[in-house]
């Protein structure tokens, strides 16, 4: 495919970070010496390389080197450390590990050098930049005068994404040269890119939204540009935009609420943005609406996961649809079911578990044959995990993950329910609700709420009053009531509810187990926490 695109038109800019700027021609020429590096190193076809580079171009370079090689990327995150990074080493059995030397004041080169001492099958550290006591990323390929792609077969693995849970060390999704292609130039025909497509990466582009969803690979295919940045914030990002004429960028719901509010005061001009992407977790309809009316009608809602199956609201869709759901699937060959807690069809418009399967979907993931015996149905359908239901026009609504229901007393508490409800409240901007253990009822439910500008959190006291005012079953009021400044939030910018449980255990060990049942809704109030 780049070598496609360079032949196509080799002078215009494929890459742009910072001062720097890249044409197609170039960034072909880079990946081709990266390839030579490589297999002097004798780095070949089918290893797995580690790669953990930020929003810089030689991400794409090693990125397209690898696939001249035959050579496995494993895409790991910017803010990944030892643990996932020696975990993806092992289960890869990573012959390679590519990192910068310090990115945003970490020095990666220690990581690695910890890394090799838990990871044997490690035999190389590239670095960028100053190696250090590493090697090199940038050195000559040792009597390799060219390399040409060996692939003969699109169905072999191009790449594997790591899996986006909240919970556990991460899963390898293996995406195959033929799904991950499709899967990039249906996402970008959908999304209207084209040779006029400046998409700006803010968000790190070792994730699948900012790869391929349409993503840089989206802006490439099209003949576009990909402006990379490690500064998603409104101050940096605005100004690039301005700057670069940014046609089109993604981001999480957080971000794109903080980009909303900043609209009110930054003098940016954002005029050429044409499409906002937001994904990533749900974007709830009162946060939809405050993005639409900071931006215009650019919002598109994209629900998706790493493991394929890809939801997008149309650029023409009614703003009804943009506003309350989360897309409509990719594909015509993306196969949707819907059901319960037995896998049987749940009627028209109810809520149920959501299974998938289709064309660019995983049939598997790598090397976790315990894991796919539940992740997968007997007819091969993907357990996603979330809770939606389909609207007569098709597009899915996303009420929640399975995971998510907390059975307190053995009522389920979908705890997407109770969040959206909490931040309805005029002093909360934000709000997770997580399960505690509970010796009477097995779990309790603890909400962990951010205050609004220049407003108080509600008390417990207070948001049960609220809560059930709005009409909210009384098992489904928070047992307890935490404020933090800002929710902790994954690599990936989703909510981190592992971390939020852990939060909540230990404030639930220092302050002593909620209250009977018995006492009533109300209860005891939560500690502030900063």
Not at 97 to 115: C, K, N, S, T
Not at 145 to 161: F, N, Q, T
Not at 308 to 317: F, K, Q, R, S, V
Not at 401 to 410: D, L, Y
């Amino acid at each position: 495919m780049l070598r496609t695109w360079a032949r196509a038109h080799p002078h215009r800019t494929a890459l742009v970070h910072g001062e720097r700027r890249l044409s197609y021609a170039e960034l072909e020429s880079a990946a081709d010496r990266v390839a030579r590096r490589l297999a002097g190193l004798g780095i070949a076809a089918g290893d797995r390389v580690v790669l953990q580079l930020p929003n810089i171009p030689e991400f794409f370079a090693v990125f397209f080197g690898l696939q001249r090689l035959g050579a496995v990327p494993v895409l790991a995150l910017p803010l990944h450390r030892r643990s996932e990074i020696v975990h993806l080493c092992r289960l890869s059995e990573a012959v390679a590990y590519v990192v910068p030397d310090v990115h945003q004041g970490f020095d990666h080169r220690e990581l690695a050098a910890e890394v090799v001492k838990e990871a044997p099958c490690l035999r190389h550290v590239l670095v960028v930049g100053d190696p250090g006591t590493h090697t090199p990323l940038d050195g000559p390929g040792t009597g390799v005068s060219g390399v040409s792609p060996v692939h003969d077969d699109a169905s072999e693995v191009a790449l594997l994404l790591v899996s986006g849970g909240t919970t556990g060390l991460p899963k390898l999704i293996p995406r195959t040269h033929d799904d991950y292609a499709y899967n990039v130039r249906a996402s970008a025909e959908l999304c209207r890119f084209g040779p006029d497509t400046v998409y700006l990466a803010a968000l790190p582009v070792a994730h699948n939204f900012a790869l391929g969803c349409p993503g840089v690979l989206g802006a490439l295919h099209a003949g576009g540009t990909a402006v990379l940045t490690d500064e998603p914030d409104p101050d940096a990002a605005f100004a690039l935009i301005e700057r670069e004429r940014v046609t089109a960028t993604a981001l999480v719901p957080p971000t794109a609420r903080v980009w909303a509010t900043a609209t009110g005061w930054a003098g940016a001009d954002l005029s050429s943005l044409r499409l906002l992407q937001v994904g990533g977790a749900r974007l709830l309809p009162e946060h939809a609406i405050q993005v639409r009316g900071a931006f215009g009608p650019v919002l598109q809602q994209v629900f998706g996961m790493a493991e394929g199956l890809l939801n997008y609201t149309e650029p023409d869709a009614p703003e009804d649809v943009v506003l309350h759901t989360q897309g409509r699937p990719l594909s015509p060959d993306d196969e949707i079911r819907i059901v319960d807690e037995d896998d049987r069809d749940v009627p028209p418009g109810a809520v149920g578990r959501l299974l998938t399967r289709g064309p660019y979907t995983l049939r598997g993931y790598y090397r976790a044959p315990e894991h796919n015996t539940t992740a997968f149905t007997a007819d091969g359908h993907y357990r996603t995990g979330d809770l939606v239901r389909r609207t007569p026009t098709g597009h899915l609504v996303v009420e929640g993950r399975v995971k998510e229901q907390i059975n307190r007393g053995g009522d389920k508490v979908a705890a997407a329910e109770v969040e959206q409800q909490l931040i309805t409240h005029p002093a909360i901007a934000d709000a997770a609700v997580v399960p505690v253990p509970d010796d009477l009822l097995g779990e309790r439910t603890c909400a962990f709420v951010v205050p609004a500008p220049d407003a108080e959190a509600p008390g417990r006291k207070e948001a049960a009053a609220f809560l059930r005012e709005r009409g909210l079953a009384p098992y489904k009021i928070p047992d307890r009531i935490e404020v933090l400044d800002a929710l902790p939030v994954t690599a990936v910018g989703k909510t981190d509810k592992r971390a939020l449980t852990s939060l909540a255990n230990a404030l639930t060990g220092i302050a002593g187990r909620a209250r009977p049942a018995a006492e009533g809704p109300d209860g005891p109030e939560g500690v502030r926490t900063s």
